[in-house]
């Protein structure tokens, strides 16, 4: 099949020495972003934007997306060790992964969570690899009132499943997209709400408002609730990580719930954060030991963290095939897309194909 | 957010903060629906005008911050917002940050992040003058190495620069 060759091709791509080393990179800084508090996924990849602007564009996606996860990863490692979540997605984590390492547990709970987290995503990449050019056949088809059906749909839900009464969260979208009209009217040329300010004659930035709303809003939440550490130690040997493994084996069916959920969030315009809590207490009703989460089992750690990467990775796919992101990172690495001048959507798969696979 | 069990701090409560913000997004739609009546918002020759989609948004961001106002009017009194030690720290960050903002346009942002960096570690975190000035100044120039010899993007320079012949 056309995708299999395409995908090893992909394969090859990554493993050539620069991109390997761009994926190291990647990795070791998306873990510290993770780690340090008030800087999370988004965040993260927002700042490290343009860092990536000297490289060809596969390359930089390489290190976008390893960033990505290694946030992720560290986001658990706080979650754990010291109760802080560091993105919204660990805050799941945090419920019974905390208690783990009170327990004295912290090399099991970390060891569960990036096993699940490994597996979580692979299911993930696996869902898109089979489903995306199918996605993208589909999308094609797409006239400009099916596009606007797809966002309505995407804002819509954001609605829906916002804590905030529908009021505040239909202001904020309203406010994005005045904010977002600025500048030069593509359709008539006009400039419109620029009031003769010439730094306005693009419009603002969208990794401008990236970088202010998440990253300073961060560091401000951070500030606010005061930089307290409550540490906890852990120990990670070999053998710790064995017995972990052993014992993750039992819980396939969680792992496989939260993989399937994990994707349908991720897919959909939710995310990785609804994908974990919706996980947890999907499991916490389900499974044998429910009624023990939140004193520090396994298994609370596994469902979390499976869906949360699982929904992370399979963000990807709507970004990728439709233009539509998934999560708000994926919403900064289309960001990143358009910078370099690539158009997400299906036309990616035509005319993209090498940096699509 | 903070669990405060006990209403130990005084601040502003959320009903204030609510009724803040929903204001604050009337005069952003009032800005806005000016902005866009400037430029036409009914149907020209080939389609909608240039104002027409910013009207109907901000219309829309006008509807829900009435809607908001309306609805802490009817609920009572519900709690601290923060508490004025919380938002004094907050302040701390913002006023610096939003200062260092405007002055980068004057004295370029490698002396102003200096400037910067020095002030958040010696008020904010009380290190010594050494590490402070170790650790500012350090870190622009790495900056300045990374950005300008291996990336090549030019960020802005002021007075200082010039005198240095950067």
């Known amino acids: 099949m056309e ?12 493993l050539q020495p620069f991109n390997i080393l761009v994926m190291m990179v990647g990795l070791l800084l998306g873990v510290i972003i993770g780690v340090l508090p008030g800087l999370g996924g988004a965040n993260g990849v927002a700042i490290l ?37 560091g993105e919204p997605w660990s805050v799941a984590t945090t419920f019974d992964g905390h208690p783990m390492a009170r327990k004295g547990k912290a090399g099991e709970a970390l060891t569960a969570a990036f096993t699940s987290s490994f597996v979580g995503a692979l299911f993930a990449v696996i869902v898109i690899t089979l489903v995306a050019p199918l996605v993208a056949k589909f999308a094609l088809q797409f006239g400009p009132a099916e596009k606007f059906a797809v966002y309505f749909l995407a804002f819509c839900s954001f609605v829906g499943m ?10 904020s979208m309203m406010i994005g997209f005045a904010l977002g009209a600025v500048g030069l009217d593509q359709m008539t040329g006009q400039l ?35 930089l307290s550490f409550r540490g906890g130690h852990a120990n990670i040997n070999p053998k710790v990580v064995f017995q972990t493994w052993k014992e993750l084996i039992r819980f396939w069916p969680t792992s496989l719930r939260s993989c399937v959920i994990g994707c349908w969030m991720g ?47 399979s963000a990807l796919l709507p970004m990728l095939a439709l233009g539509v992101p998934g999560s708000p990172t994926a919403a900064v690495l289309l960001g990143g897309l358009l910078i370099w001048g690539l158009q997400p959507g299906p036309l990616l798969f035509m005319e993209q194909k090498e940096f699509v696979w | 957010m903070t669990e405060n069990a006990q209403p130990a701090g005084a601040g502003p409560s959320y009903r204030s903060v609510e009724i803040g913000t929903a ?26 005008r240039a104002g027409f989609f ?40 913002i006023i610096p940050t939003t200062a260092y903002v405007f002055l ?25 003058w050494s590490m402070v000035a170790a650790v500012s100044v350090g870190v622009m120039v790495a900056t300045y190495l990374m950005f300008e010899k291996w990336f090549l993007v030019p960020l802005p320079k002021g007075p200082i620069e010039d005198m240095l012949g950067l």
């Open chain 1, 192 to 226: 419109r709400l620029t009031f003769g300010v010439s730094e306005l004659l693009t419009g603002f930035d969208f990794l401008i408002a990236v970088i202010g709303l998440f990253g300073i809003g961060e560091i401000l939440l951070t500030m606010e609730e005061g």
């Open chain 2, 23 to 48: 204001l604050a997004m009337l005069l952003f739609a009032a800005i806005t629906i000016y902005g866009a009546l400037r430029v036409g918002i009914n149907w020209g020759a080939e389609g909608p």
């Open chain 1, 162 to 171: 916002s804590k905030e009464p529908p009021s505040k969260t239909v202001a």
């Open chain 1, 267 to 313: 897919i959909t315009p939710a995310g990785a954060t609804p994908a974990s809590f919706m996980s947890y207490g999907i499991a916490k009703r389900v499974s044998r030991n429910g009624h023990k989460f939140g004193t520090g089992e396994i298994e609370g750690v596994v469902a979390p963290e499976t869906a949360a990467h699982a929904a992370g990775t």
């Open chain 1, 3 to 14: 995708e299999i060759t395409n995908l090893f091709h992909g394969f090859a791509t990554v």
């Open chain 2, 104 to 128: 980068i346009p004057w004295i370029g942002l490698y002396v102003a992040s200096i400037i910067l960096i020095a002030v958040f570690m010696k008020w904010l975190g009380r290190y010594g």
């Open chain 2, 54 to 93: 910013p009207f109907y948004v901000a219309v829309l961001i006008a509807l829900s911050s009435l809607y908001n106002l309306a609805r802490v009017f009817m609920e009572g009194a519900s709690g601290l917002f923060a508490e004025w030690s919380q938002l004094r720290q907050v302040m701390a960050v």
């Open chain 1, 49 to 85: 934007l343009p860092l990536t602007f000297s490289m060809t564009p596969t390359s930089a996606i390489i290190m976008l997306s390893c960033i990505y996860w290694g946030a992720l990863f560290g986001g658990a490692i706080t979650s754990v060790l010291f109760n802080i979540p």
